[in-house]
C-alpha cells in the first residue's frame, strides 16, 4: 500500500499533527508527541523569538524525531520568529490567522515544510499556488480564532480544490472524528484540545480541569464584532465579553479584556479572568494521559476497521 503523504512529507510514523496553541503548546509537549510517532509543535504565540529558540533547542535535547513551529501571523514578534526558525532549519513551519506569502521563500531555502491554517478555500488555492506543502484546513469547531465554516463543509471543499495534501482540524479528538475526517478526504490530523490533556502538558491545572468538565453547550465564541472571533470554554470573561459585545465601544473594551487573558488562564489557572480557549471538542474528553496513549487511542486500528464496518453496515 502506498504510504501516506503526511507521514512521507514531515518523516513521521503517524499522520497526527499536534496543533500549536500558544502559551500551551511548549518544548515538552511537543517533544513527547514527536517521540510517539507524531509531529509535535511548538507554538510560538505571541512570544519573542528568544522563547522561540529556547524552546526549539530544548525539543532537539528530548527527540531527534521531526517537529515543527506555529507562526501566529498576528503577531507582533512574527518578523524576527519567522528569522530564526529559518536559521534554526527547523523542519516543519505551520502557520495560523494570516496569509504566510512573505516568508515561504525565505523558510523553503531553509529547508522547511511549508502548511498554512486555512478557513476558506479560496486562501486554499492562492496557497497552493505560492508553493506550500500541504494545507491544514481548520473547520470552525477549533478552539482559538476561527473562520465561519465548520470542519465537515471546510475540508472535502478544500480536498476538491487543491492537489496538495490536506491535513483536518477542529473537532477531531477520537477515533471516529479521526475516520470522519478521513472519509472527507483528509491525509492527516491536527489534534490541539485533547492534548491540552496530555500527562506531559505543562499548562495550569485549571485549565485541564475546564477541559475536563465542559459539557456540549459551554463552548462559545467571543469577540465576532472584533473580526477576530475566538472559541473558548465558558468562564465570567467569556460572559462579560458576551455582554459588551454590542455595546458602541465594543471593540476596543474588548480587546483591553483579551489583552494578556490566554496566559492567565494557561500559566495562572485564573478562572476569573483567564481565555479558555479550546475546541467544541472538549466535552467529550474525561481525563489526563500521555501523548503516547492519545495518538494510540485516536489512531487506533481496529477501532477504525470496526468503524468502517459500521458505515458500511449503515448502508445493509
Ligand atoms: O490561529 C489559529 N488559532 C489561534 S491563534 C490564537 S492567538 C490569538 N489570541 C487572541 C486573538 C487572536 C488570536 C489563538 N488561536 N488558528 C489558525 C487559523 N487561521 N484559523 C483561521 C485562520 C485564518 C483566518 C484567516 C488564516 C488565514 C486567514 O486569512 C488570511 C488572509 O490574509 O486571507
Redesign the pocket.
Known amino acids: 500500500m502506498a504510504k501516506n503523504p503526511i507521514c512521507e512529507l514531515f518523516g513521521i510514523e503517524y499522520p497526527i499533527i499536534q496543533g500549536g496553541m500558544?502559551w500551551v503548546s511548549d518544548a515538552h509537549i511537543a517533544a513527547a508527541v514527536s517521540e510517539a510517532g507524531g509531529l509535535g509543535v511548538i507554538a510560538a504565540?505571541n512570544a519573542p523569538a528568544s522563547w522561540v529558540s529556547e524552546q526549539i533547542d530544548i525539543v532537539r535535547t528530548k527527540t531527534q524525531k521531526p517537529f515543527g513551529v506555529n507562526v501566529?501571523l498576528?503577531s507582533p514578534f512574527k518578523d524576527e520568529v519567522a528569522k530564526l526558525i529559518a536559521e534554526k532549519k527547523v523542519p516543519v513551519i505551520i502557520t495560523?490567522?494570516?496569509?504566510p506569502g512573505e516568508f515561504l521563500e525565505m523558510w523553503q531555502a531553509s529547508g522547511a515544510k511549508v502548511v498554512p491554517?486555512?478557513?476558506s478555500s479560496a486562501?486554499a488555492i492562492r496557497m497552493e499556488r505560492m508553493g506550500v506543502d500541504a494545507v491544514v484546513a481548520?473547520g470552525c469547531e477549533?478552539g482559538?480564532?476561527?473562520?465561519e465554516l465548520t470542519t465537515m463543509v471546510l475540508v472535502p471543499n478544500i480536498v476538491d480544490a487543491v492537489s496538495i495534501p490536506v491535513i483536518a482540524a477542529g473537532g477531531i479528538g477520537d477515533a471516529r472524528s479521526a475516520a470522519a475526517a478521513f472519509c472527507l478526504g483528509a491525509k492527516g490530523v491536527q489534534v490541539g484540545t485533547r492534548f491540552i490533556l496530555a500527562t506531559e502538558c505543562t499548562a495550569h491545572q485549571a485549565f485541564k480541569d475546564k477541559v475536563i468538565k465542559a459539557k456540549d453547550v459551554d463552548s462559545k465564541v467571543t469577540g465576532r464584532v472584533t473580526g477576530?472571533p475566538?472559541r473558548l470554554i465558558r468562564s465570567p470573561l467569556s460572559r462579560e465579553m458576551a455582554r459588551v459585545e454590542y455595546e458602541p465601544d465594543a471593540v476596543e473594551k474588548l480587546e483591553a479584556m483579551?489583552e494578556g487573558s490566554?496566559r492567565k488562564a494557561v500559566v495562572d489557572g485564573d478562572i476569573k479572568e483567564g481565555s479558555f480557549?479550546a475546541g467544541q471538542i472538549a466535552c467529550m474528553l474525561e481525563k489526563e494521559e500521555p501523548a503516547g496513549d492519545i495518538i494510540k487511542d485516536i489512531l487506533n486500528k481496529p477501532a477504525i476497521d470496526a468503524i468502517i464496518d459500521s458505515v458500511k453496515a449503515v448502508l445493509n
Open positions: 500558544a504565540g501566529m498576528l495560523g490567522a494570516g496569509n491554517v486555512v478557513a486562501l481548520e477549533a482559538g480564532h476561527i473562520g477576530h475566538v483579551g490566554l480557549m
